[in-house]
């Protein structure tokens, strides 16, 4: 390619220049711009306070306030000037907008945490929200629950929590109801000694969570989980995991293209 283009003789925008400069050498495109831009910024104010009669101690303290505040403005540039220049490639996909096939079942799930009733009412309700943007006979959601860090095993407020989780997976089940398997899950662990924190906690928190359940879509044993809701015989055949923040959305019908883009892969 850069031969053809030596041979055409073609010129490159300065925009493409930057570009193709920043992807070849991005450590140092980035670091030598933050530097030359502190240094630019730093050398202009010191030599105002120098003309201005600043000498010393006084003007090596400027030096560094200086430098601090540059440093931090370099940084907010350059990285402005980043998202300008990056331009993202789109990954090729399978086209499974009519549908997700059979094969390439999907488990999207919240690792979260049950701490209060309202808590619960918001992730049951939101969980309802992504299922209605992403409707697909293929596609199922789950919230993957720890309760909160404490001193003992449990405490008075775990099993009304856990029962109102229960209530509201089952109530989305029943609302949606489906000719074959459940559409929604919740898969929730019981606190474990932890010598190292001194606690009762879920297990290795939200990396445990997952691993957790990735041993039980493997055919592995429920030894793990404190409760699991929903018809566990369609959870062997889930070939992807699509794992969601508590506060991150799943747009209209982007779960297809996640999957269809997993299974391109």
Known sequence: ???????????????????????????????????????????????????????????????????????????????????????????????????????????????????SAQGIEDLTEALEVRFLANRDEYLHFGLLTDFRDANQETLAEDAPLLELARKKIEELNERYKRAKGDQFFLFHRPRRWNPGERLWMGYERKRGKLADLNSLLRGGSQDRFALVIGETSVL??????????????????????????MAHR
């Open 1 to 115: 390619m850069r031969q053809l283009e030596r041979t055409a003789q073609v010129r490159l925008s300065i925009d493409e220049a930057l570009q193709r400069v920043s992807r070849r050498f991005p450590l140092f495109f980035y670091l030598g711009t933050i530097t030359l831009i502190t240094a630019i910024l730093s050398g202009v104010l010191l030599t105002e306070a120098h003309v201005g009669g600043f000498h010393g101690w006084l003007l090596a303290l400027i030096g560094v306030l200086t430098l601090l505040g540059g440093s931090h403005l370099a940084v907010a540039l350059v990285n402005r000037l980043a998202t300008l220049l990056a331009k993202p490639d789109l990954l090729p996909r399978m086209d499974f907008s009519v549908g997700i096939p059979s094969e390439s079942r999907t488990l999207v799930v919240i690792p979260t945490m049950l701490t």
């Open 236 to 261: 062997s055949n889930v070939k992807y995991v699509i794992t969601l923040d508590t506060d991150t959305q799943l747009p209209r019908d982007s779960a297809w293209q996640f999957v269809g883009t």
